[in-house]
């Protein structure tokens, strides 16, 4: 399966990005309102964190379309650095009240991942690191 990020662009919200010293849970200053012709402003010079970025959802077609994290307010990431982990960040949704975790249990993912919540935000106001 072809998986695009359609209207997603979470990651241009939540992680933080040291390369533009972009805080995290705040939306990126070159992120487009208008995503028709793309979500970046500075697409073809954006920071390596960015271009080499996916979420797993977006490598993972098994996962269900509903778990895209623009509609499900969970974003999970893993990376070389995470060694084993992966990285839960919560936006408008809590990890407890989502199906997505028992989705994890129920595919064996929790049995060769540490599950690590990196963030949690519910309201623009909750906003670590500001
Ligand atoms: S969070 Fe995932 S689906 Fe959304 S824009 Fe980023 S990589 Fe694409
Ligand atoms: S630089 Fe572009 S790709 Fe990177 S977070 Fe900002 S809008 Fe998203």
Redesign the pocket.
């Known amino acids: 399966m072809d998986?695009?990020?359609?209207p997603?662009?979470?990651?241009?919200v939540?992680p933080p990005i040291e390369e533009t010293s972009k805080l995290a849970g705040v939306k990126c200053e070159h992120a487009r309102q208008n995503r028709v012709n793309g979500?970046c402003n500075i697409y073809r010079k954006r920071p390596d964190a960015c271009d080499s970025?996916?979420?797993?959802?977006?490598t993972s077609p098994e996962m269900p379309d509903e778990f895209?994290?623009?509609r499900s307010g969970i974003?999970l990431?893993v990376s070389i650095e995470s060694k084993g982990k992966l990285h839960i960040w919560e936006d408008f949704n809590s990890m407890e009240e989502s199906p997505i975790l028992e989705w994890l249990k129920e595919n064996g993912v929790t049995k060769h991942y540490e599950l690590v919540r990196v963030m949690k935000r519910k309201t623009d106001d909750d906003v670590p690191g500001t």
């Open positions: 998986r695009r990020c359609g997603c662009h979470t990651c241009c939540l979500c970025f996916n979420c797993v959802w977006l895209r994290p623009d974003m990431s």
